[in-house]
């Protein structure tokens, strides 16, 4: 299985991250996930970091997917997501002994 990066597109409420997974075993699908505006606004999530940070997301979720039940083709980032993102990006605090 493979997933290629297609772009992106300005929407009136944000921006539509492409994504196309490509499996021999399958038919090609495409994958849009949608950052809101609010989040880049609000500085909760770089430009620069949000195709990284929807290709991951569909990284961990395609293993987890079933027939019975599929993975949406289009998804909103949640608050949730975006706050793990930062979780994850905060560096290590130095100990001060």
């Known amino acids: 299985m493979q997933i290629q990066y297609v772009g992106f597109q300005l929407k009136a409420h944000g921006r539509d991250y492409t994504y196309k997974v490509i499996d021999k075993q399958a038919e090609d699908r495409e994958f849009i996930f949608t950052i809101s505006n609010r989040a880049f ?5 770089p430009f620069q970091d949000a195709a990284g940070l929807c290709y991951q997301k569909l990284q961990k979720a395609l293993p987890l997917e079933t027939a019975e039940n599929p993975l949406p083709r289009r998804t909103t980032l949640s608050d949730q997501d975006l706050e793990a993102y930062r979780e994850s990006r905060r560096p290590a605090r130095k100990r001060s002994w």
Request: proline content about 0%; hydrophobic content about 40%.
């Open 41 to 45: 606004a609000e500085k909760q999530l």
